[in-house]
T-cell receptor, first 115, second 114 residues
Framework: DQQVKQNSPSLSVQEGRISILNCDYT??????FLWYKKYPAEGPTFLIS?????DKNEDGRFTVFLNKSAKHLSLHIVPSQPGDSAVYFC??????????????FGTGTRLKVLA | IAGITQAPTSQILAAGRRMTLRCTQD?????MYWYRQDLGLGLRLIHY???????GKGEVPDGYSVSRANTDDFPLTLASAVPSQTSVYFC?????????????FGPGTRLTVL
């Protein structure tokens, strides 16, 4: 059973508009969430994170929102740029007793920003 | 340049053969991970290591083994490859100092088992 779900396999957005990527999780023990971006033939790169004590984290054009009661998080990209075209993965982890993290990744959403 | 290197970049392997995917990091990160990426399934954790000398099983460990003799290296071995192990394999490392659990990924190894 998929603990982290990204139900939209793909998304197309016009340049300059907002991109909203969604992620749902089922495990209430998850308390740390990351978003990664992946270009073809490259490894994923870290984009932005949020812990369960917050409901919003912003970094430049990227904002992540967390709704713990709905077990839902979303990534907003404003304004979207053609270089943002990539696959986006959300990942969630509980904090383990050792202070380490074991992330479960979603299946990814392919974003295409149209010029 | 600091980072993670993986070798080989790609490999075609006959079923039943043994294969070791190599991963080396020079960031002195304590934790290292192996993932496989398959279409429609995202990234799935195979094995991980919190520190040199220790390893643990992830979501899909069957058919794979790892070792962590030192901080820098974390090889992944397929003892007897099967076609279902055809995938792209990513190695990652983390130290959790800047962002808790943030992982740095290598460029991947594309493995095809025939």
């Amino acid at each position: 059973d998929q603990q982290v779900k990204q139900n939209s396999p793909s998304l197309s957005v016009q340049e300059g508009r907002i991109s909203i990527l969604n992620c749902d999780y089922t495990n209430s023990m998850f308390d740390y969430f990351l978003w990664y971006k992946k270009y073809p033939a490259e490894g994923p790169t870290f984009l932005i994170s949020i812990s369960s004590i917050k409901d919003k984290n912003e970094d430049g054009r990227f904002t992540v929102f967390l709704n713990k009661s709905a077990k839902h998080l979303s990534l907003h990209i404003v304004p979207s740029q053609p270089g943002d075209s990539a696959v986006y993965f959300c990942a969630a982890s509980p904090t383990l007793f050792s202070g380490t993290y074991k992330y479960i990744f979603g299946t990814g959403t392919r974003l295409k920003v149209l010029a | 340049i600091a980072g993670i290197t993986q070798a080989p970049t790609s490999q075609i392997l006959a079923a039943g053969r043994r294969m070791t995917l190599r991963c080396t990091q020079d960031m002195r990160h304590n934790a290292m991970y192996w993932y496989r990426q398959d279409l429609g399934l995202g990234l799935r954790l195979i094995h991980y290591s919190n520190t040199a000398g220790t390893t643990g099983k992830g979501e899909v460990p069957d058919g794979y083994s790892v070792s962590r003799a030192n901080t820098d290296d974390f090889p992944l071995t397929l003892a007897s490859a099967v076609p279902s192990q055809t995938s792209v394999y990513f190695c990652a490392s983390s130290d959790g100092k800047r962002v808790a659990g943030e992982q740095f990924f290598g460029p991947g190894t594309r493995l095809t088992v025939l």
